[in-house]
């Protein structure tokens, strides 16, 4: 399988502090991209980050892209019980098409 | 837009019953996917579709499932016979496509279908 990996599964903690989640993927990509769900919701979509990209920003988010060691994370800033949600990596592994990875359930308790 | 509009949100049906998820994708967006989620396997696809045509059907998991997309605004999901390992979160997904480069941009999720076969 083409999936990429999470880690960690789950993460639990306390509104303010910073969560760090880790996306790795298996052969080249051309783009990798983060997502959000909310429990019994459909996924949004947070950032996307280019193969030739290095790190990324969007208000709280702050996403970072290793080629060499096909890995990315998703660093989210001063969180809030809001960010409870699961988070998601996708690659296209130069095709049309997303493969999501196992997703990490973040907790933020308020 | 109203975005991806998915039905039912929710079915129960029992074992051997036919299935058919509804989807309205995104107007003007000329791909639309299908996945299918469950706490084991996570979000898997399923098949996916460029201006109406099945593009690659590869993670269709068996004869028992099909999709069709009889135009631009319209596609199914059909499971028949449904068996109880059929009990999963089914999406739809549309984009754009349209000169972006492969998949540059983001999908659009519809909210899902809820399946639950006894």
Redesign the interface.
């Known amino acids: 399988s083409q ?1 990429g990996e999470e880690d960690p599964q789950a993460l639990s903690i306390q509104e303010g502090e910073n969560a760090t989640m880790n996306c790795s993927y298996k052969t080249s990509i ?2 990798l ?1 983060w ?1 959000r769900q909310n429990s019994g ?5 947070l950032i ?1 980050i ?1 193969s030739n990209e290095r790190e990324k920003h969007s208000g709280r988010l702050r996403v970072t892209l290793d080629t060499s060691k096909k890995s990315s994370s998703l660093l989210i800033t001063a969180s809030r019980a809001a960010d409870t949600a699961s988070y ?1 990596c ?1 690659t ?1 592994y ?10 990490t359930r973040l907790q933020v308790f308020p | 837009d109203a975005g ?1 509009i998915q039905s039912p949100r929710h079915e129960v049906t029992e074992m051997g019953q036919e299935v058919t998820l509804r989807c309205k994708p995104i107007s003007g967006h000329d ?1 639309l ?1 299908w ?1 299918r989620q469950t706490m084991m396997r ?2 898997e ?1 399923l098949i ?1 579709f ?1 201006n109406n045509v099945p ?2 059907d590869s993670g269709m998991p068996e004869d028992r499932f099909s999709a069709k997309m009889p135009n631009a605004s319209f596609s199914t999901l059909k499971i028949q016979p449904s068996e109880p390992r059929d009990s999963a979160v089914y ?1 739809c ?1 549309s984009w754009p ?1 349209q000169g972006l ?12 279908s809820r399946l639950t076969v006894l």
């Open positions: 999936q051309n783009n991209q997502y919701r459909g996924l949004v979509h996307l280019r998601f996708a296209d130069n095709t049309d098409k997303l493969i999501f990875g196992t997703g | 991806v791909y996917f996945y996570g979000l696809l996916y460029n593009i690659d999406f997904a496509g480069t492969l998949m540059s941009g983001e999908l659009f999720f519809g909210e899902g």
